[in-house]
């Protein structure tokens, strides 16, 4: 196939939204056009931006959808109503830009995909599946009476159906290694060659010019302010940790629907030191005036926040949790056995205590970060697309 020939339809749920998932998509749309393969990115909900590789529903088309899917019936057969309606826009998208790929970013339309179509298509796994579905599991535990039965019943179909749709797709694509076990754990019928790893990649081609000085006295959360994140863990380890280094201070990027609770814990508990900082998008100016990235989630399934900070030469301690801290940080870093909060708070004290061994890790860092630079990651890309099925 001639790459110039090549189209691919990415897709994502909100292209409005810029979290990790639609930045990384935008990211890819760039340089994947940049080398001459023509990408469009489709947000479902209809996009009130401007920039002109973005389609998106109508108004008309996204009504059509979201109506049938917020309808009972429809969740009592696992989406099946909506996923229909969904699959059939996507192939008329498809087909307005004469698409050769179809790659889908969220996770919630992989059963909606038209994997039966002579498109080639590809589903990115973003997230952890186990920890995906157990958050939506913990949000329909917090329903009652009989919302929360159907809800399960609903949601247990859901799941299988998209369980089975993985065997459906010509490429199934991970961010590590470590989440190939989770898959054909979730989905035993999956074939290795579906498999392939791409790392998201980290927009830079050459060592950073400024890092660290490790010498700044300030820890570092950034991240979604949410349970999934560990934030409360991320207090409970303050709690130990700012007693042994009360010179240090917690800096907290990010926000979300747990930051009253956070907010109430430090009141109550009198813990001093920490600072919220909002959104940031000027990652050079929060990773060079921070000594250590904390991570306490409960499952992540890639961290782009690793990797940066590893380029700004900022190492990252971790819990051991599922799917790629470990992968990710190898050396670089210090990984904690799952959730062993007093041993993460223990090291945190010894790594600030020790400027010698943090030096050390930084030099790791940055050797490790150059194995996601966008060069290595959009050339797997590119032999991809370019792939026969």
């Known amino acids: 196939m001639n790459i ?25 749309l760039q340089e994947l056009n940049n080398i ?15 920039n002109p590789l973005v389609i998106s529903f109508t108004n008309r088309e996204y009504q059509l959808w979201s109506r049938k899917n917020k309808l009972l019936l429809n969740k009592l057969l696992g989406d099946q109503l909506s996923d229909s309606i969904l699959q059939n826009l996507i192939v008329n998208k498809a087909k307005e830009i004469c698409a050769d790929w179809i790659v889908n970013h969220t996770y919630d339309f992989v059963a909606a995909i038209p994997t039966n179509s002579t498109l ?125 280094l009360p010179q240090c201070t917690l800096n907290i990027y990010g926000d979300g629907d747990a930051k009253r609770e956070m907010l109430e814990y430090i ?11 909002g959104f940031n998008t000027n990652i050079e100016q929060i990773y060079t005036q921070s000594d250590l990235l904390m991570l306490t989630s409960e499952t992540e399934g890639f961290g782009m926040v690793i990797i940066e900070a590893m380029y700004y030469g900022v190492p990252c301690i971790s819990f051991d949790c599922p799917v790629s801290p470990k992968e990710i940080i190898r050396d670089a870093g210090v990984i904690i056995p799952c959730f062993d909060e007093m041993q993460y708070a223990d090291e945190v004290i010894r790594l600030m205590t020790n400027q010698p061994r943090l030096q050390n890790l930084q030099q790791k860092c940055i050797i490790r970060a150059r194995d996601f630079f966008k060069s290595k990651v959009i050339k797997t890309w590119k032999e991809l697309i370019i792939s026969s099925r």
């Open 4 to 28: 110039n020939h090549s189209k691919v339809l990415f897709i994502v749920a909100n292209a409005n939204c810029l979290g990790g998932t639609e930045i990384v998509a935008f990211n890819l």
């Open 267 to 277: 009141i109550h508990h009198n813990l001093p030191r920490i600072q919220f900082k």
């Open 120 to 244: 080639s298509t590809a589903q990115v796994f973003n997230w952890s599946i186990k920890g995906y579905e157990e958050s939506i599991t913990q949000i329909i535990s917090r329903k009652g009476g009989l919302t929360k039965f159907f809800s399960t019943i609903s949601f247990n179909l859901i799941k299988r159906r998209w369980h089975q749709a993985f065997t459906r797709f010509n490429k199934l694509i991970l961010l590590t290694d470590a989440a190939r076990e989770e898959i054909k754990e979730v989905s035993p019928s999956v074939q290795l060659s579906q498999l392939i790893t791409i790392p998201n990649p980290l927009m830079r081609d050459a060592d950073s010019l400024q890092v660290s000085t490790l010498q700044t006295n300030n820890l570092v959360f950034v991240g979604r302010l949410s349970h999934e994140k560990g934030v409360m863990r991320l207090l409970r380890i303050w709690e130990y940790v700012h007693i042994r």
């Open 36 to 50: 001459g393969i023509s990408c469009r990115l489709l947000s479902i909900i209809p996009y009130k931006g401007d």
